[in-house]
């Protein structure tokens, strides 16, 4: 099982950019994919990356703010953040799946999760 690390996180005014980072260790061919969660409300799927990133999946309320990249040298998965907005607030959750490629974006398709890096936005 692979061990996930998130940072980046923190306070930005609406309309700023934020870079969250997630480092893995362990065996780390993994599709990667990152979820936030807000007070009271379920975990939700941001964005997802295949291990060779030739497939790249994102949910609707970010496409065209939000870009998901991999460094497999580094171990390393990234989610730019820009044109950030209230609703963005959440704490976000690096996941790894259970294979190389994105068969569904639910969360029991990610079986290995990090401990989270909150993210606040200010309006």
């Known amino acids: 099982q692979v061990q996930l690390v998130e940072s980046g996180g923190g306070l930005v005014q609406a309309g700023g950019s934020l870079r969250l980072s997630c480092a893995a260790s362990g065996r780390t061919s993994y599709a990667m994919g990152w979820f936030r969660q807000a007070p009271g409300k379920e975990r939700d799927f941001v964005a997802a990356?295949?291990?060779?990133?030739?497939?790249?999946y994102y949910a609707d309320s970010v496409k065209g703010r939000f870009t998901i990249s991999r460094d497999n040298a580094k171990n390393t998965v990234y989610l730019q953040m820009n044109s950030l907005k209230f609703e963005d607030t959440a704490v976000y959750y690096c996941?790894?799946?259970?294979?190389?490629?994105?068969?569904?974006?639910?969360?029991?398709?990610?079986?290995?999760w990090g401990q989270g890096t909150q993210v606040t936005v200010s309006s």
């Open positions: 996941a790894a799946a259970r294979g190389s490629y994105i068969t569904s974006v639910n969360r029991a398709s990610f079986n290995s």
């Open positions: 990356i295949s291990w060779n990133g030739g497939n790249i």
